[in-house]
């Protein structure tokens, strides 16, 4: 520091993936870690794990479809969380998983879906301004931007999916009314 030694700590982790035939490098360092363990394998390796595991899972080049049936696709139909019906059809015609649309309106922007063993089916999620949606098994994101769109305030705890809302789907509220969404 300044072109002389200190005691500032770094950390680092150097890694290659994948390790059978590499295509990727990556180093990571941390300046200054916090903590008693501020080892590399403890604090800079973790990061790296987090790094190799999202660029390698969307590489098809390194993680290539399966052939099945003579269609390119993946083994397992993913199960899928609520939402938004133009983003869902992108990320599923992208990984190649067949949708069942046929019992929604063109024009319908919520979808619930329902993981069958060779689709993924879409059933609107109808949403009436006047009352709370149902947001159970959205993301965050979605989940969110409906509630704050329809004039609720969002309190949010967790990660991952709605597992629970506070005010009942169906239920009468008021513009600025406080709802609470548990995610898991």
């Known amino acids: 520091k300044n072109k002389c030694y200190s005691d500032l ?3 680092s982790f150097v890694g290659y993936f994948p390790a059978d035939n590499p295509k990727y490098s990556c180093i990571v360092v941390i300046h200054e870690p916090k903590g008693a363990n501020m080892f590399g ?3 800079a390796a973790p990061l790296f794990l987090k790094i ?20 390119k696709r993946f083994i397992d139909i993913p199960v899928s969380k ?22 929604i309106k063109k024009n319908s922007l919520w979808v619930i879906t329902n993981t069958h063993k060779n689709s993924v089916e879409f059933v609107e999620n109808k949403i009436n301004k006047d009352v709370v949606p ?6 965050a ?12 305030e969002v ?11 506070s005010i009942t789907p ?10 609470t969404i548990e995610l898991a």
Do not use: C, W
């Open 9 to 11: 700590n770094r950390t």
């Open 41 to 43: 394998s403890n604090v």
């Open 52 to 71: 190799s595991d999202k660029i390698y899972s969307k590489d098809f080049e390194i993680n290539p479809f399966v052939e099945k049936n003579n269609k």
């Open 82 to 103: 609520n939402g938004f019906s133009h983003d869902l059809n992108i990320i599923f015609s992208s990984i190649l998983v067949n949708t069942q649309n046929q019992n």
């Open 134 to 139: 149902n947001v159970k098994y959205m993301g």
């Open 141 to 152: 994101r979605d989940a969110v931007y409906l509630l704050e769109s329809m004039g609720l």
């Open 155 to 165: 309190i949010m705890s967790g990660k991952g999916f709605v597992k629970f809302q």
């Open 170 to 179: 169906g239920t009468k509220f008021n513009k600025g009314q406080k709802i």
